[in-house]
C-alpha cells in the first residue's frame, strides 16, 4: 500500500530554517507529482508547495520566495526547504500524493517561536 513518512520538523526560532523530508513506498515515486500541505491550529488544510513529475515546482503565493520543494527520485523522497520560518508558519505539516483516491502521510510538526 502507500505510505508516505514525513520527518523533519521540530522547534526553531523566528528567522530560522527547517528541512522536511518525506519518503514515499507503494508508488512509482518517478511517476507522480507530490505535494506538501499546512494546517495550522484551529485553520484548514492549505497548500504549500507542489512539484511534478519533471520537477517544476509550484508554490502558495504567500510563501514564495521563503521555501523550495525538490524532490531525489533515486530516494523516493520529496523535500521542503523552509527559510526564514516565522511564528505563522507553526502547522502540522503534511505530504501528499494526488494519485487515485490522494494519499497522505502522518504528518510532522514544525513550531516556530521565541
Known amino acids: 500500500q502507500v505510505q508516505l513518512v514525513e520527518s523533519g520538523g521540530g522547534l526553531v526560532q523566528p528567522g530560522g530554517s527547517l528541512r522536511l523530508s518525506c519518503e514515499a513506498s507503494?508508488?512509482?515515486?518517478?511517476?507522480?507529482?507530490m505535494g506538501w500541505y499546512r494546517q495550522a491550529p484551529g485553520k484548514e488544510r492549505e497548500l504549500v508547495a507542489t512539484i511534478s513529475m519533471s520537477g517544476r515546482p509550484n508554490y502558495a503565493d504567500s510563501l514564495k520566495g521563503r521555501f523550495t520543494v525538490s524532490r531525489d527520485d533515486a530516494k523516493n523522497t520529496v523535500y521542503l526547504q523552509m527559510n526564514s520560518l516565522k511564528p505563522e508558519d507553526t502547522a502540522v505539516y503534511y505530504c501528499?500524493?494526488?494519485?487515485?483516491?490522494?494519499?497522505w502521510g502522518q504528518g510532522t510538526q514544525v513550531t516556530v517561536t521565541s
Open positions: 501528499h500524493v494526488p494519485r487515485g483516491p490522494g494519499y
Open positions: 507503494g508508488i512509482i515515486f518517478s511517476l507522480n507529482a
